[in-house]
């Protein structure tokens, strides 16, 4: 039987660490370097987790302090940061990777 998770927090910790594994840190060498995919990554599962929108999720995260230091965000993405993450991760199939590996983690079954 899986673990699944009702901590927002554990799940996010798991996210990272699981994209820490499967993604570089950034899309591509001359990006902004602004925010990390690792980061992005771990926003956009707290967004399915939490069956929000991008601006729904961007307003939960800025009012979040444990959940931005978590993630090591000094300021929230905008939405449109997070849309094209996903749009950017799904065209590479690096998000139905990370998806795979993240339901196989055998530690905690967090995501």
Excluded at 1 to 12: E, G, Y
Excluded at 24 to 43: G, N, V
């Amino acid at each position: 039987m899986r673990k699944t998770t009702h901590s927002p927090l554990a799940l996010v910790g798991t996210a990272l660490e699981v994209a820490q594994r499967s993604l570089p840190l950034y899309s591509h060498p001359k990006s902004p370097h602004k925010y990390t995919q690792h980061q992005l990554f771990a926003c956009l599962v707290l967004k399915e987790f939490l069956k929000s929108g991008y601006r729904d999720l961007v307003q939960v995260v800025s009012e979040w302090s444990d959940m931005r230091q978590m993630l090591g965000l000094t300021e929230v993405p905008h939405y449109s940061t997070l849309c094209y993450a996903q749009e950017r991760l799904l065209k590479k199939g690096a998000l139905a990777s990370c998806w795979t590996q993240c339901s196989n983690w055998p530690e905690s079954g967090a995501c």
